[in-house]
């Protein structure tokens, strides 16, 4: 029922049911949408309530010269390999097939240049990596298409490029790769202050769409996450999935002990920035459980580290955690990996949070919970709706 995120106005804190519920109805919406649920509306079994959120995988996990689809292959089905070599790809999607774990293949760097405008020779590249995934037996191993990431917001920021420049890149490159991967779909990832804007479109092409913001929940450029995920919705046709994109990177700027701080003072902020974080994605995770339109779970992401040590890299990926955090990090890990399992196995557990278990921010609405039990059985078996 994707209306749900598209109407309401505050973040999803859950669905209210009591100990004895085991069929509840789908996402939380306006209440006055569920005043007369027919009963073929109410999920029977957690499969039908959760079954949609499918998909576990770090973005860049297996992007150039980062490789952890084996070290990550016990809590995740996805890797994300994204590199131009083409013998790199066909070894690395090889290796997922090993483990277990679907490929997203981004194809960008054989696409796009450094100004996001199409290569000359895109076409060729691409075509022959398909032609070679066909040789080695490996097409089945593709889950999803990748062909370039936050898209309009890149070409805005070229000198070279544009807007309206990037949808026809993608119009086009989107059809030839729907022809060399039939059956598989194509993705996207946008940033969030492309969402919001008036002229924001989703090209029809595009089978799984999220966008990225690594702020508070509440506050998204001073709007709530919601407000974004009701935007794509909107947006989306009925045949289009939703990833989320949850924050498990941390940015030396926040992180980096201020001047004025104590060794006390900094091992506390230290451990409010860490349980902020941990708040903040079980949070995500129950928005993705809330809504149908969620397949997929995309943490950015697992690792920072760089290729040389002379690199500089603006933070750390949660690999980090445990050793940057001694406090809280090996904890945010746990939990990580816990709903990782949970989402490979689906096994999902609902969090139903509480406002005060969410993230404390200055625009965390207060709470506003409208519910109605629709029917009890004559087991004692409780359906129900809930909003907060």
Excluded at 211 to 219: A, E, G, R, T
Excluded at 227 to 237: A, C, G, I, N, Q
Excluded at 240 to 245: D, E, G, I, R
Aim: glycine share 6%.
């Amino acid at each position: 029922m994707g209306r749900s995120l598209q109407q309401f106005a505050g973040l999803v804190l859950g669905c209210a049911a009591t100990a004895l519920a085991t069929t509840v109805l789908a996402a939380p919406a306006l209440a006055e949408g569920y005043r007369e649920v027919p009963k073929d509306a109410i999920y029977k079994t957690d499969e039908q309530r959760y079954g949609h959120l499918r998909y576990m995988g770090f973005y860049a996990s297996a992007m150039q010269h980062w490789n952890h689809t084996r070290e990550l292959a016990s809590f995740t089905n996805l890797t994300w390999i994204d590199t131009a070599n083409q013998e790199k790809i066909i070894a690395r999607v090889r290796e997922a097939g090993e483990v277990g774990v679907g490929v997203i293949l981004s194809v960008q760097a054989m696409a796009f240049d450094s100004e996001y405008r199409l290569r000359p020779d895109y076409l060729h590249r691409i075509a022959s990596l398909q032609q070679a995934l066909l040789a080695e037996d490996l097409m089945d191993h593709i889950t999803l298409v990748y062909p370039v990431d936050e898209p309009y917001s890149h070409a805005a920021k070229g000198r070279q490029t544009s807007r309206r420049e990037m949808r026809r890149a993608l119009e086009q490159l989107n059809g030839e790769l729907e022809t060399l991967f039939p059956g598989k779909p194509l993705g996207v990832i946008f940033s969030h202050g492309e969402v919001l804007r008036d002229d924001f479109s989703i090209p029809a092409s595009y089978d799984w769409i999220g966008f990225d913001c690594y702020h508070s929940l509440y506050d998204c450029d001073g709007r709530p996450q919601t407000d974004h995920y009701r935007k794509l919705l909107k947006r989306m046709t009925p045949g289009q999935s939703l990833m989320a994109v949850p924050q498990t990177w941390m940015r030396n700027d926040d992180f980096e002990r201020e001047s004025w701080e104590t060794d006390k003072l900094y091992e506390a902020r230290k451990a409010r920035m860490v349980e902020q974080l941990r708040k903040r994605l079980q949070h995500h995770y129950e928005i993705a459980l809330s809504e149908p339109r969620f397949i997929a779970f995309i943490p950015f992401l697992w690792s920072m580290s760089p290729a040389k040590p002379e690199q500089n890299y603006p933070g750390f990926g949660v690999d980090e955690f445990p050793a940057k955090f001694p406090e809280g990090g090996a904890e945010f890990l746990a939990q990580v990996q816990s709903i990782g399992r949970q989402i490979t196995s689906g096994n999902h557990q609902y969090p139903n949070l509480s406002r005060r278990q969410t993230e404390s921010d200055i625009l965390r609405p207060k709470n506003d919970l409208q519910a109605r039990i629709l029917e009890v059985s004559g087991s004692g078996v409780i359906s129900a709706w809930g909003y907060n």
